[in-house]
């Protein structure tokens, strides 16, 4: 599966964004899907998760992530964004079921930058 993350930019602190990625192929349903990040200078971190059948897995309580099996779409909806959350916004996709992990996920994005400024 190929993935496409967009939606990220410049947003001022608490403000909100909401991040896209676009799953290429019929299997997309298959797939855990999940969002990381990577600040500058900081390993790569899990954000959320969610199943086909939508159960998620979320270290932020301002996040929310969503997905349509329809689109072969995975959303990241972020609120009250802090300049800590500035970072490169990653989507994957994992068969092995819902993982924080980034050994677990087989397919990646390029990445989307996301920059809160104060």
């Known amino acids: 599966v190929q993935l496409q993350a967009f939606g990220g930019g410049l947003v001022q602190t608490g403000g909100s964004l909401r991040l896209s990625c676009a799953a290429s192929?019929?299997?997309?349903?298959?797939?855990?899907m999940g969002w990381f990040r990577q600040a500058p200078g900081k390993e790569r971190e899990f954000v959320a998760a969610?199943?086909?059948?939508g159960y998620t897995d979320s270290i932020q309580g301002r996040f929310t992530i969503s997905r349509d099996n329809a689109k072969n779409t995975v959303y990241l909806r972020m609120n009250s964004l802090k300049a800590e959350d500035t970072a490169v916004y990653y989507c994957?996709?994992?068969?092995?079921?819902?993982?924080?992990?980034?050994?677990?996920?087989?397919?990646w994005g390029q990445g989307t930058l996301v920059t809160v400024s104060s």
């Open positions: 969610i199943t086909s059948s």
């Open positions: 994957a996709a994992c068969l092995v079921g819902v993982s924080r992990t980034t050994g677990a996920y087989a397919f």
């Open positions: 192929g019929r299997t997309f349903s298959r797939y855990v």
